[in-house]
Nanobody, 127 residues
């Protein structure tokens, strides 16, 4: 089992920045693919970013490309999401997820590909 705990959410003005953290405990997550998703009220959970187990490969949703950066520190069992140039439409609950696999099958944009989820952290961007 892997437990994921997100932190770093909050209220920020448009154009501002936040850094989300996801701390993993339990079985080591350093060999797992990690992802960030978000869910706005009344909308489905959507893919934000994913990072390979080694951290060498990343992928982003088009809506956040160039503004968000996913990274990981396997020594600390922590994954980060640096969010810059935030927009009101980024307002959502952000979730960290772990996929119990070292190798990508190309479907990491799908929530169903992930085995473990955190409880989420609220990000609110005011205009």
């Amino acid at each position: 089992q892997v437990q994921l705990v997100e932190s770093g959410g909050g209220l920020v003005q448009a154009g501002g920045s936040l850094r989300l953290s996801c701390a993993a405990s339990g079985r080591t997550s350093s060999s797992y693919i990690m992802g960030w998703f978000r869910q706005a009220p009344g909308k489905e959970r959507e893919f934000v970013a994913t990072i390979s187990a080694s951290g060498g490969r990343t992928s982003y949703a088009d809506s956040v490309k160039g503004r968000f950066t996913i990274s990981r520190d396997n020594a600390k069992n922590t994954v980060y999401l640096q969010m810059n140039s935030l927009k009101p439409e980024d307002t959502a609950v952000f979730y960290c997820a772990a996929k119990r696999s070292f190798y990508s099958n190309g479907y990491e944009v799908r929530p169903g590909e992930y085995d473990y989820w955190g409880q989420g952290t609220q990000v609110t961007v005011s205009s």
